[in-house]
């Protein structure tokens, strides 16, 4: 894939690969008037601030969109399998289960279906509708109540989560709201 033509903040090169169809990468796309990405910041550094007047404000434009929210959740996904608490290794049998023998033909699905879930939940312009649809849109009780997954799953969850957003260096005000926003859901996804 090309890489963007787009220069960084500081006058580097950006390293975001091209959006298709465009010789610039999401971010610099969406801004106007042929400004910097980013205000302040390389726009390889993920959830950077924007100057004034430039595109969007949701928290889904200011991670970088729907591709760098699928590369999160890629490298969340694939974490979480290694959690001792919540992976292959995992002492709730039907997590194990998941992870041992659904995974392969399931991993694909899910990866698709969260970074969905998260593209709606951050204000960006594709819907979410659930394979188990639940009493909302966003209900994710339905999805989850056959895996009997405790608080504590549920926060060393959020715990990779975090991690996995700092490996993609988003900034701590976009951080806290994506663990905010899947925080807020806690209800639905314990059932143990
Ligand atoms: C707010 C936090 C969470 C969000 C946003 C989320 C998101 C999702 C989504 C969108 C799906 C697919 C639903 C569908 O079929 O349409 C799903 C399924 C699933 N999630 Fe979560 N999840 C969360 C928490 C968790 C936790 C804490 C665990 C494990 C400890 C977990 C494990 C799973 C598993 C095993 C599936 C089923 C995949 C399948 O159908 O094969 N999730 N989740």
């Not at 610099?28 to 726009?43: I, L, M, R, Y």
């Not at 999160?72 to 998941?98: A, D, Q, T």
């Amino acid at each position: 894939m090309p890489r963007c033509v787009g220069k960084t903040v500081d006058g580097g090169q950006c390293k975001r690969d091209a959006a298709e169809g465009s010789k610039k990468c999401y971010q610099h796309k969406a801004t106007k008037g042929g400004k910097k990405a980013v205000g302040g910041q390389c726009p390889m550094k993920l959830g950077g601030k924007k100057e004034k007047g430039e595109g969007g404000d949701s928290l889904y434009d200011r991670l970088g969109g729907a591709f760098v929210i699928a590369r999160v959740v890629n490298y969340f996904s694939n974490e979480m399998l290694r959690s001792p608490k919540v992976g292959i290794n995992s002492p709730n049998p039907k997590l194990k289960e998941w992870a041992t023998t659904k995974v392969k033909e399931r991993m694909p699905g899910l990866k698709f279906m969260r970074s969905l879930w998260v593209c709606t939940a951050t204000g960006g312009p594709q819907q979410y509708a659930g394979t188990k649809p639940g009493k909302n849109q966003m209900d994710l009780s339905e999805a989850h109540k056959e895996f009997n997954i405790t608080s504590e799953e549920f926060d060393e969850v959020v715990g990779i989560l975090a991690k996995s957003l700092d490996h993609f260096g988003v900034g701590e005000k976009e951080k806290k709201e994506v663990l905010d926003a899947f925080t807020a859901h806690k209800k639905e996804v314990v059932s143990a």
